[in-house]
């Protein structure tokens, strides 16, 4: 079977801004938001970018993949997208910043958890 388009999933990680990460200092600011969501045996994920300072909001990766792979995958999403963060960053993180960076990670690898381990619909 072949996997659904990606557009047929509810993905929306910029609407509800629940997983993400980024900072806001004076010379710019800068975020990535993730999303996931199952249909049967498949996992679509995108991260949406989006820097006001910069003037774009775009779709940065977006996939269908096998449940088996995001279950392999998708945890380490967050922490891959925190070090693109951390590239763009002319500073350090601050303790809250990163405090708040491991919340969030935590809540992401439990949302992966959630949707890669949830029931197959019998229908």
């Known amino acids: 079977m072949s996997a659904p388009a990606l557009e047929s999933f509810k993905l929306d990680a910029f609407g509800h801004l629940t997983w993400g990460l980024g900072f806001e200092r004076e010379d710019g600011d800068w975020s990535a938001w993730l999303d996931c969501d199952r249909q049967g045996d498949w996992v679509a994920y995108h991260v949406v970018v989006d820097s006001d300072s910069g003037g774009f909001c775009m779709t940065a990766e977006a996939d269908v993949i096998h449940v088996d792979q995001a279950r392999k995958d998708l945890p380490g999403l967050y922490d891959t997208w925190t070090d693109v963060a951390s590239e ?14 491991l ?14 381990e949830q029931a197959l619909d019998p229908c």
Do not use: N
């Open 88 to 101: 763009h960053l002319d500073a350090a993180w601050t303790e809250e910043e990163a405090a708040e960076l």
């Open 103 to 116: 919340k969030v990670g935590e809540a992401w690898k439990a949302r992966v958890a959630e949707v890669t």
